[in-house]
């Protein structure tokens, strides 16, 4: 899962998408491919091109928002990001558009729940992203855990054959998410793992990730006319095809060189390029009285639950993102940038969940001193991703009453929000 970066870590995707900057987007694909693929990995499970509404759902971090345009062109500038111009190189990955489809229209924005639209809705809406990454050449797809209209994507004809094999024409391989098989069982569509195993590969399914499925019943279903011998055929070429492009024939261990690995992650132009596709993320929502940008010689409090946090800072679906102490803080970022920090206090106040009060008010004390206040404030990385639905969008824990409390001081106040969604 290279999802916004390998050991080099990139704002997160709806991040990155605030940029509308689509090179930006290519470029950091292209970073993560060539230090993942330098390490021993040669396909990621990204991009993922769900257009997502509804910001109680907690994967609504790893696509590009809400805009159909705006999620093409984030899809096609990953896909050419990770792929490159020529898959044998030994420094380009798969791609995988994910997940196949409408995941991110999920009732109530609970994960894995169902999804029940028009058809319109879904080609309008929910499928031209995934188009256009067929399009730009992507080798690998995945079928989504959701079921639309009772059918899950895993065992819809036609989500895979008719519209993906079919309509757009794909030549590369589909996989299943994580046990997505078994799960048309729990979702009352198969009877069981057999049944299930020949829903999807009837359906086009031609890799079952985890499950087992296809290797434990398979056989059976064959033996049994379940499921056709050119079914199969057309499952393993596909699979073949997309390691031949990859020339593992050629040579399986080429994505394995620990010396190339040790020569390429972390190189300074991609801590560079990763500072200035972090700059282009940052989304300024408003600025009264032109608070910004702060100066110098103003008496700063610094104060926030994230304002010296160096853990949650890289986001969620991090990979191999190093969380201990590698990012800098904002703490640390302002105290290199300032030299002479004699104007400046830096207070956590509150916890980014909890209910514990005991550092508020040494924070109020050094806010009531200070010309502007800047409060860092937002999330854990892992209040998003996948799993991490929330029935509550405020700030949590006592940022709000922190707040609050700051406003009555009666200062200037920028509020530095590092979140995986947006927030009420």
């Known amino acids: 899962d290279v999802i916004h970066g390998y050991k080099t ?30 390490a ?17 759902w907690g994967r609504v971090s790893e696509g590009s928002g809400e805009d159909n345009f705006l999620g093409i062109q984030m899809a096609v500038a990953n896909v050419k990001g990770f792929q490159g111009d020529d898959l044998s190189k030994n420094n380009t990955i798969l791609a995988c558009t994910k997940h196949f489809a409408a995941y991110g229209a999920a009732e109530a924005g609970r994960d894995y729940n169902t999804v ?12 031209p992203a995934f188009k256009a990454t067929v399009d730009a050449g992507v080798k690998t797809f995945m079928t989504s855990f959701n079921e639309i209209a009772g059918v899950p994507s895993t065992g819809s004809k036609f989500l895979i054959r008719d ?65 056709t011998l050119a079914q199969i055929d057309d499952a393993c070429k596909r699979i073949l095809d997309v390691k031949y492009d990859l020339g593992l024939f050629e040579d399986p261990y080429r994505y394995s060189d620990e010396k190339r690995e040790k020569a390429t992650i972390y190189k300074p132009e991609f801590l560079d390029a990763s500072l200035e596709i972090a700059k282009k993320s940052l989304v300024l929502l408003k600025n009264n009285n032109s608070i910004l940008p702060l100066k110098a010689n103003q008496k700063i409090a610094f104060v926030g639950p994230l ?30 940038y300032l030299k002479n920090v004699s104007n400046v206090t830096f207070d956590q ?17 050094n806010a009531k001193n200070a010309d502007v206040i800047v409060a860092v404030m937002g999330e854990r990385e892992n209040m998003t991703g996948e799993a991490a639905s929330q029935t509550n969008i405020d ?30």
Do not use: C
Not at 117 to 124: A, D, K, T, Y
Not at 163 to 181: A, P, Q
Not at 313 to 330: E, H, K, P, Q, Y
């Open 9 to 38: 870590i990139f704002p997160i995707n709806l991040g990155m998408a605030s940029s509308f900057d689509p090179k930006a987007v290519e470029l950091a694909a292209r970073i993560a491919a060539t230090e993942a693929s330098s």
């Open 40 to 56: 021993g990995v040669h396909w990621t499970f990204a991009p993922m091109v769900d257009i997502a509404r509804d910001a109680r």
């Open 116 to 127: 029940d639209m028009s058809e319109r809705v879904l080609r309008e809406t929910y499928l």
């Open 163 to 227: 519209v993906l094999k079919g309509e757009w024409n794909f030549d590369g391989m589909v996989v299943t998410d994580y046990t997505s098989i078994n799960e048309m069982v729990a979702h009352g569509f198969a009877n069981d793992n057999k049944n299930a195993g020949e829903l999807a590969m009837n359906a086009g399914v031609d890799m079952d990730m985890v499950g087992g499925v296809y290797m434990n019943y398979l056989k059976q279903s064959y033996d049994e006319g379940k499921v």
């Open 307 to 336: 304002v010296s946090d160096e853990f949650n800072i890289i986001g969620s679906w991090a990979a191999l993102g190093d969380r201990t102490g590698f990012a800098t803080s904002v703490k640390k970022g302002v105290t290199n």
């Open 349 to 365: 106040g509150v916890e980014i969940q909890s209910a514990k009060r005991d550092w508020m008010q040494k924070a109020l004390d």
């Open 395 to 424: 700030l949590p824990g006592l940022q709000k009453e922190f707040l609050a409390e700051l406003k009555k001081l009666g200062k200037p106040i920028v509020l530095v929000l590092l979140n995986g969604r947006p927030l009420t």
